[in-house]
Nanobody, 125 residues
Framework: LKFVESGGGSAQSGGSLRLSCKTSAYATLNFCLAWFRQELGKEREGVAFVHRNGRAQYADSIQGRFIISKDDSENTVYLQMNDLQPEDTAMYYC????????????????????WGQGTQVTVSS
């Protein structure tokens, strides 16, 4: 499974960015996907999850600010990030796995076996 992540960069507090993760053909139909983030020196944490059936789930820390979506025709998953705050600064990673589709508890890096290279998001106040 391959990933090409893009869309990271710098933003001011209150601004927006949209991350994209282009995957292999049919991956968004056969896998469940998620965005994780990791600050320097901290553990990787789940941000948002989209089931292959389109159902989305979010971490409590970003509820109402971020939206995960997927375009099956483009084999791409997106993360629209609004009202960005300095604490959102991190490396953001796209991840995919099949078995996690059957697990309500998606928010653990060990449940994903396929990872992108990451894209940096930096938010200044």
């Amino acid at each position: 499974l391959k990933f090409v992540e893009s869309g990271g960069g710098s933003a001011q507090s209150g601004g927006s960015l949209r991350l994209s993760c282009k995957t292999s053909a049919y991956a968004t139909l056969n896998f469940c996907l998620a965005w994780f983030r990791q600050e320097l020196g901290k553990e990787r944490e789940g941000v948002a999850f989209v089931h292959r059936n389109g159902r989305a789930q979010y971490a409590d820390s970003i509820q109402g600010r971020f939206i995960i979506s997927k375009d099956d025709s483009e084999n791409t998953v997106y993360l629209q990030m609004n009202d960005l705050q300095p604490e959102d600064t991190a490396m953001y990673y796209c991840a995919a796995d099949r078995r996690v589709c059957y697990d309500d508890a998606w928010n653990a890096p060990l449940k994903f076996s396929n990872w992108g290279q990451g894209t940096q998001v930096t938010v200044s106040s």
